[in-house]
């Protein structure tokens, strides 16, 4: 099975700064990665795909990069918003694995 | 707009079986593909069942291989999942998600169910 590192597991910032979500495959996955948001009471919802490319309704402040095994999720200009539980997913091979998540607290 | 709610969750002991459901509304259903992910409680995500749109193919992880089985309804719009021989390691919150008709990734999702299996 592909195994997902994600780091930090948690994270505190503020309101209008930039965090780093990093997402580290046992091996080479391409690009077939997936980011996703966890909020309590809320649906998850998908934010990026093949690794960089912004599902419909996520805002620019969001970007992902990599491929291969190192990917990093991007968030520039933190909104209140954003403070959420994050996931990456493979998608290279079954069976499907996730991250252990990284949770994004206000500082 | 695209909706998936899961129902049949609930306190089971070990041992027994339950069936989940999950009506989708929004979108077109028997063209997507769909899938069941859990998470324990204070855990991480992972993936259970997979079900091509037409109900042919099914996929599972080793961990419910023969223990688990997807299915759906496309005339009710609705996808469901058998468990049995369930355990205490089973306890999580089980959603519902649509895959794309690309790649396995997970678009949209429910919001859960919680399954508590438990004497």
């Known amino acids: 099975d592909v195994q997902m590192t994600q780091s930090p597991s948690y994270l505190a910032a503020s309101p209008g700064e930039s965090v780093f979500i990093s997402c580290k495959a046992s091996?080479?996955?391409?690009?077939?990665l997936a980011w996703y948001q966890q909020k309590p009471g809320e649906a998850n919802k998908l934010l990026i795909y093949?690794?960089?490319t912004l599902q419909s309704g996520t805002p620019s402040r969001f970007s992902g990069s990599g491929s291969g095994t190192d990917f990093t999720l991007t968030i520039r200009n933190l909104e209140p918003e954003d403070f959420a539980v994050y996931y990456c997913q493979q998608y290279y091979e079954k069976p499907l694995t996730f991250g252990s998540g990284t949770k994004l607290e206000i500082k | 707009e695209v909706q998936l709610v899961e129902s049949g969750g609930g306190l089971v002991q070990p041992g027994r079986s339950l069936k989940l459901s999950c009506a989708a509304s929004g979108f077109t259903f028997s063209s997507f593909p769909m899938a069941w992910v859990r998470q324990a409680p204070k855990k991480g995500l992972e993936w259970v069942a997979s079900i091509s749109s037409g109900g042919g193919g099914t996929y599972y992880p080793d961990s419910v291989k023969g223990r688990f089985t997807i299915s759906r309804d496309n005339a009710k719009s609705t996808l469901y999942l058998q468990m049995d021989s369930l355990r205490s390691e089973d306890t999580a919150s089980y959603y519902c998600?649509?895959?794309?008709?690309?790649?396995?990734?997970?678009?949209?999702w429910g919001q859960g169910v919680m399954v508590t299996v438990s004497s």
């Open positions: 091996k080479s996955i391409s690009n077939y």
């Open positions: 998600a649509r895959r794309t008709g690309r790649a396995y990734y997970f678009d949209y």
């Open positions: 093949s690794g960089s």
